[in-house]
């Protein structure tokens, strides 16, 4: 370090102390002023060009691009701007920023190596923010951790599961970025009934259940395609499984799934249709056959 210091005259130390430290004020004073001026212009100047760019786009994702784009550029200016204040205030103290540098960068590429998981992870933020994949409020499965995108930038991105934890997930780790509420979402529910059922009843019961929640005030908002029957999905042990859809707006599916089930059951119960259970047969040994076999049915 003694090479960084060797143009430091300190027998003018203290005259030039009051010059320099106007000169640092004034630097600060300005990567101060640029900062909040850029604050100020950023989040209107990114709003029309997303706003142009996504104009037939749902609002709520247009406002996480932006709310997205807009903090990352702010944070990297920052950086940008704090390094480049250093580097010109360095000077005034009399620090040979052109060796500071020149050393910085040997010491740089020496720990190169080990920041290659550093690189990785900048260059696949920037593709995460370029291509869109996911923003702030998404609600997504990155590296085997599925919840809501708090903050998402260059090197990482937080996500908050159904529990509460909040998980860092560096972006080189994400190698499929799966986004559950990008521009619609979709209500996928299978519904079991009794193979005595009669099917086309059924689905019936299903298809104007899901009209009735689609003209709901308080639903309609949030439903683009009512619930309705796809067809059948499977046989089960003990029914007959049938797979109904509904596109939603983004993030809501899981609101319009549970509201959708606890209306079927309503409708179920009002109309006879069974929603089958397991069912467990205990036959008991050593009775005679003239006197019947004793049957025992019990909640599996």
Do not use: C
Request: aromatic residues 6%.
């Amino acid at each position: 370090m003694r090479d960084y210091f060797a143009d430091i005259d300190w027998s003018r130390w203290s005259e030039t102390a009051w010059t320099s430290g106007a000169r640092v004020a004034i630097i600060v004073l300005a990567i101060y002023i640029g900062l909040r001026i850029l604050q100020r212009v950023l989040e209107p100047a990114v709003r029309t060009a997303i706003t142009r760019q996504m104009i037939n786009e749902p609002k709520e994702e247009v406002e996480q691009r932006i709310d997205t784009l807009t903090h990352v550029i702010y944070r990297t200016a920052w950086l940008v701007a704090i390094v480049a204040g250093l580097i010109t205030i360095l000077p005034e103290f009399g620090i040979n920023a052109s060796a500071l540098l020149a050393g910085a960068g040997l010491v740089g590429l020496a720990v190169g190596f080990g920041a290659q998981s550093l690189v990785k992870d900048v260059i696949s933020g920037l593709f995460v923010l370029i291509e869109n994949q996911y923003g702030k409020g998404d609600i997504v499965t990155i590296a085997g951790v599925s919840g809501v995108v708090e903050d998402v930038n260059l090197r990482r991105t937080l996500v908050r599961d159904l529990d509460g934890t909040q998980h860092s997930v560096p972006n080189g780790e994400i190698a499929v970025a799966s986004n559950k509420s990008a521009v619609w979402s979709r209500a996928n529910v299978v519904v079991g009934v009794s193979y005595g059922d009669d099917l086309e009843q059924v689905f019936g019961i299903i298809n104007r259940t899901g009209e009735e929640l689609a003209a709901d005030p308080e639903w309609r908002e949030k439903i683009i395609a009512p619930p309705k029957v796809l067809g059948v999905d499977g046989f089960g042990d003990s029914s007959v499984d049938i797979r109904v859809l509904g596109d939603t707006q983004p993030g809501q599916q899981w609101a319009v799934m549970r509201e959708l089930r606890l209306r079927l059951k309503a409708a179920f119960d009002a109309e006879g249709i069974e929603i089958p259970f397991p069912h467990q047969t205990l036959v008991t040994a050593g009775q005679k056959a003239a006197d019947g076999v004793l049957v025992r049915q019990t909640d599996g």
